[in-house]
């Protein structure tokens, strides 16, 4: 049982610490583009959020209780990047340490969006299931490696933010609008790059 666990933990690890799927990887990058490394708690919440909603997502339709349009999918995950980046461009002006509570309406839009990349997930996981007798090990294990696998490259980020904003003479509101900026072009670049008639 351990064995299974361990094996479906590093698989859902590599899945989105994976450069072949960079856009999981963008998206992570782009919700913690405005967040300094000051503010890491305020990030936590925001990927428990998102958590929350792609392992609801990715529970159900790896128990085929959920269907889906996988093309429909595919166009949604680099969609909510780039409303992600969007987002982020109103808050250019207020790039600072934030008050107030950890969860807000910002929240439920991260865990909107978690559970269509939880769809997206789904489908990888689906194809490395076997007869579905530890399945929920299997499935548990994934998401454990999944939210391993985000926190790393939420770490990674947090790193190069804080060496570049104290280190180099980069101003917080430039990292941001450099980031969101990069995401945002790679996720337009997806949407175009995305087959419509096998959508609609």
Not at 24 to 35: D, G, I, P, S, T
Not at 38 to 63: D, K, Q
Request: glycine share 6%; aromatic share 12%.
């Amino acid at each position: 049982m351990s064995s299974v666990f361990f094996t479906y933990l590093q698989l859902g690890f590599h899945h989105i610490f994976n450069l072949l799927a960079y856009d999981h990887m963008v998206f992570v990058l782009a919700m913690c583009a405005v967040y300094s490394a000051s503010e890491w708690r305020r990030i936590l919440a925001l990927v428990t959020s998102f958590t929350i909603g792609h392992s609801i997502t990715l529970a159900l339709s790896t128990l085929n209780l959920l269907k889906f349009n996988t093309a429909l999918i595919e166009l949604l995950i680099p969609i909510t990047i780039l409303l992600t980046c969007l987002y982020n461009f109103t808050q250019l002006e207020t790039v600072k340490r934030r008050g107030g509570a950890l969860w807000s309406f910002n929240n439920l839009f991260a865990a909107f969006f978690g559970l269509v990349h939880g769809m997206g997930f789904s489908n990888y996981l689906k194809s490395l299931l076997g007869q579905g007798q530890n399945i929920v090990v299997e499935l548990l294990a994934f998401n454990v490696g999944i939210e391993l696998g985000q926190l790393l490259i939420v770490l990674l980020v947090l790193l190069l933010n804080f060496l570049l904003t104290r280190a180099l003479p980069v101003k917080k509101r430039d990292w941001a609008l450099g980031i969101s900026s990069a995401a945002g072009a790679i996720a337009l670049m997806l949407i175009l790059d995305q087959d419509f008639s096998a959508i609609f």
